[in-house]
């Protein structure tokens, strides 16, 4: 293309390009900046790029994020924490699409229906990714005519959110599941869950917690003895469930002005849900002129007994607190709900008048006994229970405690090193000696390495031991067996070398 040809389009784009510009300024007819754009992308079709790099910014999409190998070192350690923790209750794990039928998420989220992620239909089936690991869950179930699983599932699931990175609140982002289905006798398998979040939180040493628990009767029956309209029960329950975010006069103000609750209604929902205990609490609102008239909250406050009675016994009593401000606004619960949240409140984050915004919740769930019976088409239920740990936001608070150059990244045990050149192919030997004997061994892959740089490249990775070889030690029949750390050497027969090895590294891990 000659010069004065591309000077000529490239002005046609600039003026284009305004064109466009000031129709999106003007908030102008879509159909009308979609046809000015088309006009422009052909003109810059005509220019080509001739030869010359495009320029475009390398960034993650919004609410997500690439983790570096020491960040993935810290999420796998914690990963393999939960687990253990699973598998010690005896679940097992399963795997689920990434993306699931609409119809099968549609109706199951409430007002956070909005944040699920349609895709493009390409044709076929109307598909979304999956909100949460639940729902599969119990599209699994039912799909599979199971009556009872014990199970666990670490996956990713995906959210509309506004993100809050520091936070660790994405719009990509893992869940560690565990759920237990089946019919089984009042609040045993609800006890365990909560023990299990409990074991997991201090396994973790992320700081002091509560795990919050309520009961969808009691909430129920508490929105009934106030006034609320039934079918008002999920919208208020929505609100509700944003106190631990902000306070009750915004609230109160969305059930008055947005949900249209009566004021009167909002004010005694008001004198409730502000409540925090235990035993004694429930004792208090079995004796509530309002409440003790109702039953569902009479039946809820029984079953709530119950579970404080096994969490007691589980010795995790201390760390629960029956909350009444505890909400969740998913539309499957139906029996106890629970969050664990962390203690203390960064002073970013503190509120005026005794109120306080929590750090965030790192672990949620409940029971949700119906949900199985919406995919299965005798309306079988298979009772649920179950919690998911919020790892992102665990992830987030690990990395600020820990020391990230001084984690490793790699398990490496052994570092073959040559001390003079020409050793490659031994060095080759060696690395397969120790490979087939499973010990995990690194070498350098320059065939001439300086021994020097070798030696940093072990201190640096922190790799416990080096194997050094040269001509003498090669003659001989034996090598030098190093401790990176303390430097230390001693030479050590060929045929014993894997055995002292091994009993170097005992010595090192004990």
Known sequence: MADCEKAKIQEQIKAQGEIVRLLKKDKADKDKISEEVAKLLALKAQLGDNGTKQKFVLKTPKGTRDYNPAQMAIREDAMNTIKACFRRHGAETIETPVFELKETLTGKYGEDSKLIYDLADQGGEILSLRYDLTVPFARYVAMNKISNIKRYHIAKVYRRDNPAMTRGRYREFYQCDFDIAGQYDCMLPDAECVKIVAEILESLKIGNFVIKLNHRKILDGMFAACGVPEDKFRSICSAVDKLDKTFWDDVRMEMVDEKGLAPDCADLIGTYVRLSGGKDLIEQLKQDERLSKNKLVMQGLDEMKLLLRYCDLYGVLDKVSFDLSLARGLDYYTGVIYEAVLKGTPASEAKANGESVGVGSVAGGGRYDNLVGMFDAKGRNVPCVGVSIGIERVFSIMEAQVNMKATRTTDTQVYVASAQKNLVEERLKLCNELWNADLKTEQSYKEKPKLLVQ????????????????????????????????????????????????????????
């Open 455 to 510: 030696l940093q490249y072990c201190e640096e990775h922190g790799i416990p031991l080096a194997v050094v070889i040269g001509e003498s030690e090669i003659e001989k029949g034996i090598v030098k067996l190093r401790n990176v750390a303390t430097r230390k050497e001693r030479e050590v027969p060929r045929e014993k070398m894997i055995e002292e090895i091994r009993l170097e590294l005992q010595q090192l891990s004990s």
